[in-house]
């Protein structure tokens, strides 16, 4: 279901360059930073498998980007449990700000 999701959202919907700081850094803090959001500026050891990966922090998204879009819209394991789930147009955001180079 993940991916196959992304095709129901017209691309022409979306904004033509996506932006870490008017798109992608807002969803974070509205769907992950609760639980991944460190007092540090990067995550402890680099690891984007930490639970205390910074998701709030521009490097360390883009450098996890790959485990985090698999995570959230191909696997959607997260967020886990009974969390609110990325829609659709949230995740075919995700997806347009890598394919525009993940502009800031």
């Known amino acids: 279901m993940g991916s196959q999701e992304l095709t129901t959202v017209a691309p022409d919907t979306l904004p033509l360059t996506v932006t870490w700081s008017t798109h992608i850094q807002p969803l974070m803090q509205f769907y992950c930073t609760s639980c991944h959001f460190t007092n540090e ?7 984007c498998d930490d ?10 998204v883009v450098n996890c980007y790959p485990d985090l879009y698999e ?10 449990g009974g969390a609110r789930r ?8 995700l997806k347009a700000w890598l394919d525009g180079g993940f502009a800031k």
Do not use: E, F, V
């Open 71 to 80: 995570s959230i819209a191909i696997k959607q394991d997260m967020p886990p």
């Open 86 to 93: 990325m829609t659709a147009r949230h995740k075919a955001l």
């Open 51 to 60: 639970h205390d990966m910074n998701l709030n922090d521009y490097d360390t």
């Open 41 to 47: 500026t990067k995550n402890r050891n680099g690891d």
